[in-house]
C-alpha cells in the first residue's frame, strides 16, 4: 500500500493533535470492523464559526493523516458549511487514499459530524449533520472500494 507524501507528511506532523478542555462540541466515534477510533473537539464563536479543532486518534496512519486534514479543512468555516465535508474532500486533500483506507476519511468527517450536532444539541438548536455512516452497526467499512 502506497500512500501519498501529503498522507505521509501528516501521519508523521498530525495538526491539531489533542482535546480541548473547554470543548463546545465533542465527537467520538469508531468502527468495530477496523478498530479505528476518532475523537474530536471543537470551539465554535457566537457567528457559527469553527475556531480551533483538536483530535485524538488510536488507528493506522491513514486514519491519522484523515484526522488532521479534517481540522484543518474545518478550522475557520462556518459550521453549516463544516458539515458538508465529503469524504472525497478529504481524500483529495491528501492527494488520494489507497481505496482499503477510504473508510478512515469517512471516520474523520463523521467525527466532526458528531461534533458539531453535539454543539448545537447543547445550545438547544437541531442537529445538522444527518446521516453518521460510522454509527451503523451494518456499516461496511471497505463497501465502496474497487
Known amino acids: ?3 501519498t507524501e501529503k498522507v505521509m507528511d501528516h501521519f508523521n506532523n498530525p495538526r491539531n493533535v489533542g482535546v480541548i478542555e473547554d470543548a463546545d462540541g465533542v465527537g467520538e466515534v469508531g468502527n468495530p470492523t477496523c478498530g479505528d477510533i476518532m475523537k474530536i473537539t471543537i470551539k465554535v464563536d457566537d457567528d457559527d464559526t469553527l475556531t480551533d479543532l483538536k ?3 488510536l488507528g493506522c496512519g491513514a486514519a491519522i493523516a484523515t484526522s488532521s486534514m479534517i481540522t484543518e479543512l474545518a478550522k475557520g468555516m462556518k459550521i453549516q458549511d463544516a458539515v458538508r465535508i465529503s469524504k472525497q474532500e478529504v481524500a483529495d486533500e491528501l492527494d488520494g487514499l489507497p481505496a482499503p483506507k ?3 476519511s469517512v471516520l474523520a468527517t463523521d467525527g466532526l459530524k458528531v461534533a458539531i450536532d453535539d454543539y448545537l444539541k447543547k445550545h438547544g438548536r437541531e442537529p445538522l449533520a444527518g446521516e453518521i455512516k460510522s454509527a451503523d452497526p451494518n456499516f461496511d467499512p471497505h463497501a465502496e472500494e474497487d
Open 1 to 3: 500500500m502506497i500512500y
Open 55 to 57: 483530535f485524538q486518534t
Open 102 to 104: 477510504m473508510h478512515c
